[in-house]
């Protein structure tokens, strides 16, 4: 089948926070807050979800589920599911895991929330690096625990870690998790094999417990080949993967993760701290299962389309707007855009483009931690028409400035 990535959907009257929550989340105002745009004039590239529709494959599922016509509490007790995912693992990975250390969360955000507080006590810290996603940073805010930053270092577009800084701050004694995103986000890099066993070393040396967000695993450039920190530290017992197919194949909405825990007091701790009392939602568990039996041809036609939207940026911005910094990132479909050469005095980057531009993006400490002013993210799971036209508006603000 030839997925069609070109169509463009109407969200409208959906509840979705794409289109009718960014008042609340970008800027923490209510919806009497004006702007110069109307709400549908605005070209969205902020929330990470996708314009495109899920994969018709798992729409089916859900169909066949509901014709089942009974939708009363469940938990996964059919082996299918871990069959499911573990061969997803397997054929895309090369790696796999025993079955009794899968278990299941509403989200990676509620996971982190949990196993901040499961695993730090309240006069401990946490350690991330930065710029990173913001919900690390509210996790730990959630529990009142210490937030420790790392910076990475930024090499014209470029960011790798900063092994010395990092090893100095795991050294506090204070310090027992690391929260670590492989893929990255905001900056797209995929850690070589050589950086994740570097990081790992340096959480064994202290024996910090090491989270491994690998969300955007399988939003890669083609060619590319994801590589699992659990594969990296096959043995290192305080290790937790969070993987999940919802940014993969759109189903953020349906609220289904995976998380791998090694160490079996965590999992029981987890399952008695777990405020779902290990429910999941029915027609979550068979679009995720569908997803990962049927939706790698739908996967791979993603991402040539994915990489055709970033080399239009990459051309476009070249053209248009020859101060800004950017390269094609290794994973994700978020463009991380460094335009502080336009905007020589902080400003809000946010609110200037949705004045300015009408178009709504995401940027700066405020989003990112810290590390990433003059930053802008830019989502391109979209059609390629609506980028050129966001594009167009972003470089014409800035050019008349």
Same mark, same amino acid.
């Given at each position: 089948?030839?997925?069609?990535?070109?169509?463009?959907?109407?969200?409208?009257?959906?509840?979705?926070?794409?289109?009718?929550?960014?008042?609340?989340?970008?800027?923490?105002?209510?919806?009497?807050?004006?702007?110069?745009?109307?709400?549908?004039?605005?070209?969205?590239?902020?929330?990470?979800?996708?314009?495109?529709?899920?994969?018709?494959?798992?729409?089916?599922?859900?169909?066949?589920?509901?014709?089942?016509?009974?939708?009363?509490?469940?938990?996964?007790?059919?082996?299918?599911?871990?069959?499911?995912?573990?061969?997803?693992?397997?054929?895309?990975?090369?790696?796999?895991?025993?079955?009794?250390?899968?278990?299941?969360?509403?989200?990676?955000?509620?996971?982190?929330?949990?196993?901040?507080?499961?695993?730090?006590?309240?006069?401990?810290?946490?350690? %991330?690096?930065?710029? $990173?996603?913001?919900?690390?940073?509210? /996790? @730990?805010?959630?529990?009142?625990?210490? !937030? #420790?930053?790392?910076?990475?270092?930024?090499?014209?577009?470029?960011?790798?870690?900063?092994?010395?800084?990092?090893?100095?701050?795991?050294?506090?004694?204070?310090?027992?998790?690391?929260?670590?995103?492989?893929?990255?986000?905001?900056?797209?890099?995929?850690?070589?094999?050589?950086?994740?066993?570097?990081?790992?070393?340096?959480?064994?040396?202290?024996?910090?417990?090491?989270?491994?967000?690998?969300?955007?695993?399988?939003?890669?450039?083609?060619?590319?080949?994801?590589?699992?920190?659990?594969?990296?530290?096959?043995?290192?017992?305080?290790?937790?993967?969070?993987?999940?197919?919802?940014?993969?194949?759109?189903?953020?909405?349906?609220?289904?993760?995976?998380? %791998?825990?090694?160490? $079996?007091?965590?999992?029981?701790?987890? /399952? @008695?701290?777990?405020?779902?009392?290990? !429910? #999941?939602?029915?027609?979550?568990?068979?679009?995720?299962?569908?997803?990962?039996?049927?939706?790698?041809?739908?996967?791979?036609?993603?991402?040539?389309?994915?990489?055709?939207?970033?080399?239009?940026?990459?051309?476009?911005?070249?053209?248009?707007?020859?101060?800004?910094?950017?390269?094609?990132?290794?994973?994700?479909?978020?463009?991380?855009?460094?335009?502080?050469?336009?905007?020589?005095?902080?400003?809000?980057?946010?609110?200037?483009?949705?004045?300015?531009?009408?178009?709504?993006?995401?940027?700066?400490?405020?989003?990112?931690?810290?590390?990433?002013?003059?930053?802008?993210?830019?989502?391109?799971?979209?059609?390629?028409?609506?980028?050129?036209?966001?594009?167009?508006?972003?470089?014409?603000?800035?050019?008349?400035?």
């Amino acid at each position: 089948m030839q997925y069609n990535f070109d169509e463009i959907i109407d969200r409208k009257h959906t509840n979705a926070m794409n289109t009718d929550g960014f008042r609340s989340y970008i800027f923490h105002a209510g919806p009497d807050m004006k702007f110069p745009y109307s709400d549908d004039e605005f070209i969205r590239m902020w929330v990470a979800d996708m314009e495109f529709a899920t994969p018709p494959e798992v729409c089916q599922a859900i169909k066949d589920r509901v014709d089942k016509r009974i939708f009363g509490y469940s938990q996964v007790f059919d082996p299918g599911y871990y069959e499911a995912f573990s061969g997803w693992c397997g054929k895309m990975y090369d790696w796999d895991f025993p079955k009794e250390q899968l278990v299941f969360s509403p989200g990676i955000i509620p996971a982190l929330y949990e196993l901040v507080g499961d695993l730090v006590a309240a006069d401990e810290k946490v350690l %991330i690096t930065t710029p $990173a996603y913001g919900f690390f940073k509210h /996790a @730990a805010t959630y529990n009142n625990r210490t !937030l #420790v930053c790392s910076p990475l270092k930024n090499d014209n577009g470029w960011f790798s870690i900063d092994f010395a800084d990092l090893e100095q701050k795991a050294a506090d004694p204070k310090v027992k998790l690391i929260i670590w995103c492989n893929p990255h986000n905001p900056t797209g890099r995929m850690w070589t094999a050589e950086e994740t066993a570097r990081v790992g070393a340096i959480a064994e040396k202290y024996g910090l417990w090491l989270i491994s967000d690998e969300i955007h695993c399988d939003l890669i450039r083609q060619g590319k080949k994801h590589i699992p920190t659990a594969k990296v530290m096959p043995d290192y017992p305080k290790l937790i993967t969070c993987m999940a197919a919802s940014k993969t194949f759109n189903l953020a909405g349906l609220m289904f993760s995976n998380i %791998i825990v090694r160490d $079996a007091a965590v999992r029981q701790q987890m /399952a @008695a701290h777990d405020k779902t009392i290990g !429910l #999941v939602n029915p027609l979550s568990l068979a679009a995720t299962q569908a997803a990962y039996e049927q939706g790698g041809e739908w996967l791979k036609q993603l991402q040539a389309y994915l990489d055709g939207n970033f080399q239009f940026v990459a051309d476009y911005l070249a053209a248009n707007l020859p101060q800004a910094v950017f390269r094609i990132p290794e994973s994700t479909y978020l463009a991380w855009l460094d335009v502080s050469l336009y905007f020589p005095e902080t400003e809000d980057l946010p609110m200037f483009f949705a004045n300015k531009a009408g178009v709504l993006l995401e940027g700066g400490d405020g989003m990112f931690v810290g590390n990433a002013t003059g930053y802008v993210r830019l989502n391109l799971a979209m059609p390629r028409a609506i980028i050129a036209k966001g594009l167009q508006r972003i470089c014409e603000a800035i050019n008349q400035r």
